[in-house]
């Protein structure tokens, strides 16, 4: 079992700068791919960012590219989101998740173990 609790959720003007922390607990999380979702009212949850094990591969959705960074730190067993240049439209609860390598990594069903939420809130 691996349990992730996110932080550094919250409200914060266009323009503006969020980091985000996923912390595991139960197993090392260097045996897991680790991606982050969001999921806005009504809305289904969606890829946001995926690292590989080390970390030598990410992955993003086009609306975040080159706005958000995904990096993790296997030996404080913590993956974060940085995010950049926020906008009114990244607005939603993230979510950080854990699978292994089997699946893919944009899709919400292959992820096994999956964090409470963090809510991020972009005023115009």
């Known amino acids: 079992q691996v349990q992730l609790v996110e932080s550094g959720g919250g409200l914060v003007q266009a323009g503006g700068s969020l980091r985000l922390s996923c912390t595991a607990s139960?197993?090392?999380?260097?045996?897991?791919?680790m991606g982050w979702f969001c999921q806005a009212p009504g809305k289904e949850r969606e890829f946001v960012a995926a690292?590989?094990?080390?970390?030598?591969?990410?992955y993003y959705t086009d609306s975040v590219k080159g706005r958000f960074t995904i990096s993790r730190d296997n030996a404080k067993n913590t993956v974060y989101l940085e995010m950049n240049s926020l906008k009114p439209e990244d607005t939603a609860v993230y979510y950080c998740?854990?699978?292994?390598?089997?699946?893919?990594?944009?899709?919400?069903?292959?992820?096994?173990?999956w964090g409470q939420g963090t809510q991020v809130t972009v005023s115009s």
């Open positions: 690292t590989t094990w080390g970390g030598g591969s990410t």
């Open positions: 139960g197993r090392p999380i260097s045996n897991y791919v």
């Open positions: 998740a854990a699978k292994s390598l089997v699946g893919s990594y944009n899709l919400p069903g292959p992820y096994r173990y």
